[in-house]
């Protein structure tokens, strides 16, 4: 059982749950008009007297955006599947591939949900993008749990 944020047990169960929730503030965030985001934002900022967007140079936000949205996801994955599947090496990477398919397939159907929303538009390059994020997230943590695993020998 992997250990939560504040040391108690953070087991499977808990882990899909919260990755079921984390994927209904996507979905939810995908069907938002970015326009008025955007301008929630700038007059936060504004306000604030910060006229900085705060992105690194070269990323624009809505990819940060999915990046995090998605890798987040495969890593609330990893973590909702048994630990005692991660002992050998092996299960680690059928995990990882499981996960990365999983989210991937998420962002894609969101993408999808997307071409129906009237502010919104589908992209192809958002689903990679998702997808990057996807194994960023899992790859990440599918290879800590296998830390752990041998650790644990």
């Known amino acids: 059982?992997?250990?939560?944020?504040f040391g108690g047990p953070w087991s499977p169960r808990r882990a899909r749950r919260a990755?079921?929730?984390?994927?209904?503030?996507?979905?939810?965030?995908?069907?938002v008009d970015p326009a008025a985001v955007g301008t929630a934002l700038?007059?936060?900022?504004?306000?604030?007297?910060?006229?900085?967007?705060g992105v690194p140079v070269g990323i624009g936000g809505y990819t940060l955006a999915h990046v995090v949205a998605y890798g987040?996801?495969?890593?609330?994955?990893?973590?909702?599947?048994?630990?005692?599947?991660?002992?050998?090496?092996?299960?680690?990477?059928?995990?990882?591939?499981?996960v990365v398919a999983v989210a991937t397939a998420a962002g894609g159907a969101v993408e999808l949900l997307q071409t129906g929303v009237a502010?919104?538009?589908?992209?192809?390059?958002?689903?990679?993008?998702?997808?990057?994020g996807a194994v960023a997230g899992g790859v990440v943590r599918s290879v800590s749990h296998a830390d752990r695993a041998v650790e644990k020998r």
């Open 72 to 98: 987040v996801l495969a890593w609330l994955l990893v973590d909702g599947i048994d630990e005692d599947r991660a002992e050998s090496g092996r299960s680690t990477v059928r995990t990882a591939i499981l």
């Open 119 to 132: 502010a919104r538009s589908g992209s192809v390059t958002d689903a990679a993008v998702n997808g990057i």
């Open 1 to 5: 059982m992997s250990r939560g944020r």
């Open 42 to 53: 700038a007059g936060a900022a504004s306000a604030a007297g910060d006229a900085g967007t």
């Open 19 to 31: 990755a079921a929730a984390w994927l209904v503030v996507v979905v939810l965030a995908s069907v």
